[in-house]
């Protein structure tokens, strides 16, 4: 036996010679600066060139990268050749129509568990794991292997991982335990013939999923575990030889980083696992080793990652400063780049994601005193918020002076951190280069339009900045919520205080508010209310003791209806002028502009949708009546109130006003939008994501009718897009409903606002308008759902 096993051993080192020595053939023919980039234009030569094989490995590696957009194209094209080439063959192997669906569908699915897309994942996962069942072996006239089903099974693997993961984080708890039981008995059933690598594979799905679990030890016995009884061969010698050159040369990522990336999920589950667990020398020392590495840095996520990790072990044994430089690294390297590193919270079941990261460093900083620092890395928190929500535009449109500079400077930005991606070496001198180019952009960006900056790339804004723009008689409070960590800061053009409030039960809590203001009759609404103010302004009454107070929110609270709180003898409108912000830094840019030119109103109402279910004729009575006591205004009702027209109209306007209905997607808030009739090549929905590419000069833009605010209470994303959009178009401010409120309550209400206007600022327009209709309509469902964002 032992001498059947020396032969068999050597014959797989005899093999891996000749194999490396193929490997150096391909990679002479597969250099890097060939294949560094590959695009939509060359994708179909390059990946023409590759056998079908190494083009899943190819497609493998974007996927283990996490380059994303690359991955598609790359797995486009092996969908395309798995299905027209009927089989294929590969070290003597065969892939027939279920096994090349299993291989298929095995990709997707940990590629939409990675974007956080669970239910996409479970159905890839299920499809995958259905191909394995409806034919188990591969057949193979391999003479290399004694058990020839070993790559079905490390699929099968990766297929079971992603389904209990998926499972797991959509607390599906109770659907877990038979997928768990396969994958255990995948990592007890391998053996030396089939490399310690797939043992690796099912062991890193094990204890990713014990650690999100909250089984430690298991953990750390499945992360830490050493299945190898000699060598590595498939792990380090045939897979290096056979399919890593054409992988990293695509990738950008040298057969030495591919190996350590492979290999490093189960390294961090091993020291996260032994840090829950106890063994805090042992975590140090792992994560700091692999800070100390230098290839770390080529992967972004993995990195911020680790970071985080040393910074929270760090907290743990009470060393600030160590927390503290650590935690800051992380959101360097998270602002480092336009595109959103979105997907640690499910890559490595990682808990809180990027948003913990910022908010371990604001409860750090409050810890320590640092107020000004811990307001203005919130601020960050809010800014990284858009710029994810944003990332994918490529262009912004902008006035004709500036539009085209900007542009140019933007296309290079984006090409410049494409390119960074795509290098290997992140300490190189050539990556140094386009960092310190990518900075002088980004700089340059700035200066010519800072606005559009703040939308690509997370400015820093200091509290000073922020103080000038506030006027003497007025307060700032600015919430940060994060879990149970919740925090208000109270500024003013002198001070700063901050207040640690308890979130816990937050988002419940605001739900049930606005439930029984919509549904519930009589002052059931009151308890709730009374209870919010308790918990939202009495704590800092006292720092913001002004008349006038602007509000950012965080999270939830950009659903709250801040209007109808009551401190136990009237409702907050009774005592204050207020405003909303989705950022402290939007006063940065509230004073562009000038309306004076512009022309009066333009108001569109009840637009004819095709359906006679979504008709409101008390929106077409509300506009007219609007319309009617300003003189040079233009309606547009019914058919005539179209997408097209509001678009090439609307930049004349001093003041936009929508009476129709709207549609909010809390998943994906870019294509929520207002809906309005169809026609001349638009669709009738005016989205968030077309709103920045508008050219407004608006005083006010108002939406007015059902849902144009929210429904559901979700994490405050889609309100931050809508209210950032309009903003950014060229308003200065926006009045926008919560939820949808009566024609008639609406109709009067939007008569007292129009009318006040003509005296007042805004805001305290909006204040007497809601106070008047409190008295004719006396529950607060009919007026507390308007709210003022941006200039008063």
């Known amino acids: ?198 043992s690796m594979t099912s062991r890193r799905w094990l204890a990713q999923y014990h650690y999100a679990s909250g089984d430690y030890e298991k953990a750390y016995m499945y992360a830490t575990r050493d299945d190898r009884d000699s060598l590595d061969f498939l792990g380090d010698g045939l897979l290096t030889a056979f399919t890593a050159p054409m992988s990293v040369a695509i990738t950008g990522t040298t057969i030495d980083e591919f190996h350590f990336v492979r290999n490093l999920p189960l390294r961090i589950f091993s020291y996260r696992s032994a840090y829950k667990t106890g063994r805090l020398e042992e975590a140090r020392k792992g994560f700091d080793d692999l800070l100390a590495d230098g290839r770390i840095a080529n992967f972004a996520k993995l990195h911020v990652s680790v970071l985080h990790d040393r910074a929270q ?254 401190d136990g003898n009237g409702f907050l409108i009774e005592s204050r002028s207020f405003r909303l912000l989705p950022s402290a830094s939007v006063l940065m840019y509230l004073d562009k502009g000038n309306a004076k030119g512009a022309r009066a109103l333009l108001a569109l109402g009840n637009p004819d949708l095709g359906n006679p279910d979504y008709d409101l004729p008390g929106a077409e009575i509300e506009t007219k009546e609007i319309t009617r006591k300003w003189p040079g205004s233009r309606v547009l009702l019914r058919e005539f109130a179209t997408e097209a027209v509001f678009k090439e109209a609307a930049p004349a306007f001093q003041y936009l006003h929508l009476a129709s209905h709207g549609e909010f997607d809390a998943e994906n808030p870019l294509t929520s939008g207002m809906k309005l009739a169809a026609g001349n090549g638009e669709d009738g929905l005016l989205t968030v994501d077309e709103l920045y590419d508008l050219n407004l000069d608006a005083e006010l833009v108002t939406l007015s009718a059902c849902e144009t605010g929210l429904g559901e209470v979700a994490n405050g994303d889609d309100v931050i897009g809508l209210t950032r959009g309009f903003l950014y178009a060229g308003a200065r401010s926006i009045n926008a409903s919560l939820w949808p409120v009566s024609d008639e309550a609406t109709a009067y209400l939007m008569e007292q606002f129009y009318d006040n206007l003509k005296r007042d600022n805004k805001a305290e327009a909006l204040r007497k308008a809601q106070r008047a209709t409190a008295k004719r309509f006396n529950h607060p469902r009919f007026w507390a759902a308007f709210q003022l964002t941006g200039k008063v």
């Open 1 to 198: 036996m032992l001498v059947k096993k020396f032969v068999k051993l050597a014959t797989f080192g005899l093999l891996a010679v000749s194999l490396m020595a193929c490997a150096s053939q391909i990679r002479q023919q597969s250099t890097r600066g060939e294949f560094q980039s590959v695009t939509e234009e060359n994708a179909e030569e390059v990946y023409a060139q590759i056998d079908i094989w190494d083009l899943y490995e190819v497609c493998r590696a974007l996927l283990t990268t996490e380059k994303y957009s690359q991955l598609d194209t790359c797995y486009n094209f092996l969908e395309q050749r798995a299905n027209s080439e009927v089989f294929w063959v590969t070290m003597g192997y065969y892939y027939n129509d279920d096994m090349t669906q299993m291989v298929l569908h095995e990709l997707q699915a940990e590629k939409y568990l990675g974007l956080g897309d669970l239910e996409k994942a479970i159905y890839h996962a299920d499809l995958s794991l259905a191909a394995q069942a409806r034919n188990p072996r591969m057949p193979s006239s391999s003479f290399l292997f004694a058990d020839n089903d070993h790559n079905a099974k490390k699929m099968d693997a990766i297929a079971l991982g992603v389904k209990i993961m998926a499972l797991e984080y959509s607390d599906r708890d109770n659907e877990i335990l038979p997928y768990l039981k396969r994958l255990e008995k995948r990592v007890e059933s391998f053996n030396i013939d089939q490399s310690e690598y797939f």
């Open 313 to 566: 072990l760090a907290m743990t044994e009470g060393d600030m400063n160590v927390a503290y430089d650590n935690l800051s690294k992380a959101i360097d390297v998270l602002e480092s780049q336009r595109s959103a590193l979105q997907t640690e919270n499910y890559k490595l079941g990682f808990v809180g994601g990027k948003e913990q990261i910022y908010a371990d460093m604001v409860g750090l900083l409050v810890d320590q005193n640092r107020v000004a620092e811990a307001f203005e890395y919130a601020e960050r928190a809010k800014a990284r918020a858009l710029v994810d929500q944003l990332a994918e535009r490529s262009s912004f449109k902008r006035p004709k002076a500036t539009a085209a500079s900007t542009n140019d400077v933007l296309r290079k930005v984006q090409q410049l951190e494409m390119e960074s991606l795509q290098v290997a070496s992140a300490s190189g001198t050539g990556t140094q280069n386009r960092k310190l180019q990518l900075k002088a952009l980004k700089t340059e960006l700035r200066d010519q339009d800072a606005e559009l900056s703040s939308l690509i790339s997370v400015d820093a804004i200091k509290l000073s900045d922020i103080q000038l723009k506030l006027s003497p008689n007025e307060a700032l409070l600015e919430y940060y919520q994060s879990g149970d960590a919740f925090f208000a800061f109270a500024i003013t053009r002198n001070s700063i205080q901050v207040v640690d409030l308890n979130g816990k039960g937050l988002t419940e809590d605001i739900h049930a508010f606005r439930h029984a203001i919509q549904e519930e009759e009589g002052d059931a609404y009151l308890p709730k209310a009374q209870s919010l103010y308790q918990r939202l302004i009495t704590p800092v009454i006292a720092q913001v003791d002004m008349p006038n107070v602007t509000i950012v929110p965080h999270g939830p609270l950009h659903y709250l209806p801040w209007a109808a709180l009551h």
